[in-house]
């Protein structure tokens, strides 16, 4: 069993940066996806890294802006944003699953809260 804790959300301008942590309990070295979802739309993809931090892959409209990393010795997982856009507003949900999980959410086995990110403009 896996407990993801995601932190770092808040209110911040655009242009600013914020850095989200997805903190892992139970067995780790999952693949770790994140994910958002803004209200009345769906949950989409943002960004995946694999277990050992070897690849990762963006989606179009955060590539240049947003950054993730892992740290496996901490069991945690981050996701640096910077330039951010009102309309990067949403709940980010972290979620880990197998290497082969990357974009598809119904491939992740675990699920974190979320937490909210609002972006001012």
């Known amino acids: 069993q896996v407990q993801l804790v995601e932190s770092g959300g808040g209110l911040v301008q655009a242009g600013s940066s914020l850095r989200l942590s997805c903190a892992a309990s139970?067995?780790?070295?999952?693949?770790v996806g994140w994910f958002r979802q803004a209200p009345g739309k769906e949950r989409e993809f943002v960004v995946y890294?694999?277990?050992?931090?070897?690849?990762?892959r963006y989606a179009d409209f955060v590539k240049g802006r947003f950054t993730i990393s892992r740290n496996n010795a901490k069991n945690t997982v981050y996701l640096q944003m910077n330039s951010l856009k009102p309309e990067d507003t949403a709940v980010y949900y972290c979620?880990?699953?197998?290497?082969?999980?990357?974009?598809?959410?119904?491939?992740?086995?675990?699920w974190g809260q979320g937490t909210q990110v609002t972006v001012s403009s």
């Open positions: 979620a880990a699953g197998p290497t082969s999980a990357v974009v598809t959410t119904e491939n992740y086995n675990y």
């Open positions: 139970g067995r780790t070295f999952y693949a």
């Open positions: 890294i694999s277990g050992s931090g070897s690849t990762t």
